[in-house]
């Protein structure tokens, strides 16, 4: 059966229905007879309540060996919380959902950290397990953050009559100083691509051809291992998400472009390396 609701999404208002929730299991509360678990998505956490009496005894064996993080699939009735279970810091802290079948999906192996917000963890490891690291709470809000930064600066930059163009990340090498980082190509054999010496040649076209006179780009944010041992260039230019040409642009228009800059750089550097920041 596919997912009805959201875990975060479920309210008061949805009291006595039917529902089916799937997510990650983030805690596990074994009191006799009766298992709690606190199941999370992309939306929030929502206790589940798996009651050897009401769950079939195959499933509530599984709901006693569940680790952290492993992913299940719940169906039940949406119910009113207990007095003493109340969870007012949850926006699902009145509801809960009593278990009648749970599917593990897919069963995790010990974990090699916790994913606990306030836990502290060696760079190395977060990086080795990206994929757990990206469920923890603090870069989720970092790359929502980021999301709605560049959002509201796309909808704004739009409406003052800016074009959103995209510029190559890769083309022909040209002989300038700094040495190349290049990437072989499989179509051409023995043919090469290179990052741009001078990536504002692009903009300075656009602007030269009198057409994109105000134009803007992101730049993606990609990873270049190798130019973070060269000395001859500053890397920090890979990094800028807001190139902007520089014709016809008003004041207050610079001080946002330069803010929204500034957010999104500090955004980058808490996201890829945390560890500066916690």
Same mark, same amino acid.
């Given at each position: ?5 959201y ?23 074994? *009191?006799?007879?009766?298992i ?9 956490v ?7 009496r ?10 006693e060996?569940?680790?952290?993080q492993?992913?299940?699939? =719940? ?15 949850l ?9 009648e079948?749970l ?29 757990l ?5 603090? +870069?989720?809000?970092?790359?929502r ?5 560049? !959002?509201?600066?796309?909808r ?6 800016f ?5 190559? *990340?890769?083309?022909? !090498? ?16 023995g ?16 602007i ?11 730049? !993606? ?6 130019l ?28 946002? +472009? ?7 750089? =500090?955004t ?9 920041? !916690?």
């Open positions: 059966m596919r997912r009805t609701h875990c975060g999404a479920l309210r008061r208002e949805h009291m006595g229905q039917a529902a089916v929730c799937c997510g990650w299991v983030q805690t596990r509360r074994d *009191m006799g007879g009766v709690f678990l606190d199941v999370k998505d992309r939306e929030g929502l206790q589940v309540v798996c009651d050897g009401r769950l079939p005894p195959e499933d509530f064996r599984r709901a060996t569940l680790r952290m492993s992913v299940v699939q =719940v169906e039940g009735l949406i119910a009113h919380r207990d007095e003493e279970t109340y969870n007012p810091r926006a699902t802290g009145e509801v809960e959902l009593r278990a079948r599917t593990v999906l897919s069963e995790a192996q010990p974990l090699p950290f916790s994913l606990d917000e306030d836990a502290h963890v060696r760079e190395e490891l977060r990086l080795k397990y990206r994929y690291d990206l469920r923890r709470p603090a +870069l989720q809000r970092a790359l953050f980021r999301h709605r930064v560049q !959002s509201a600066t796309e704004f930059l739009d409406g003052e009559g074009c959103q163009v995209e510029t190559p *990340m890769l083309c022909k !090498s040209t002989p300038e100083g700094a040495r190349d980082y290049l990437v072989p190509s499989r179509v051409h054999p043919k090469f691509y290179a990052l741009p010496q001078a990536p504002q040649i692009f903009k300075q076209l656009l030269d051809l009198q057409t994109f006179q105000q134009c803007f780009h992101f730049f !993606s944010v990609q990873e270049f291992p190798k973070f041992f060269r000395a001859v260039r500053n890397t920090h230019k890979y990094h800028q998400t807001l190139p902007v040409s520089q014709v016809l642009m008003q004041g207050y228009v610079r001080i946002l +472009l330069i803010a929204c800059h500034v957010i999104m750089t =500090v980058y550097v808490y996201f890829f390396y945390g560890s500066v920041c !916690s």
